[in-house]
């Protein structure tokens, strides 16, 4: 974590299963509480389509910003191969 905090720009990738949701939610999460970092870039891994990646990127963006008061970006996606 202290290592992610001295960085520049946070990427973090995450896929449309909810497993992927609460590992990513829990890293912000600890990110945001301990280390008052507050800018996130996501990325979408195994995507069929770019809409379907921006699609998954809102739903997680939704449940986020719910719970913590956080910036997260698109950032794009990686296809499914």
Do not use: H
Not at 13 to 34: H, Q
Not at 36 to 56: C, D
């Amino acid at each position: 974590m202290s290592f992610m905090s001295s960085s520049n720009k946070v990427l973090i990738v995450l896929t449309g299963e909810p497993t992927s949701f609460i590992d990513a939610y829990s890293l912000i999460k600890a990110a945001f509480l301990d280390y008052k970092m507050k800018n996130f870039g996501i990325i979408v891994n195994m995507v069929s389509s770019n809409l379907q990646a921006k699609l998954n990127f809102e739903k997680f963006q939704s449940i986020t910003q719910k719970f913590l008061d956080v910036n997260l970006k698109f950032m794009g996606s990686i296809p499914a191969s």
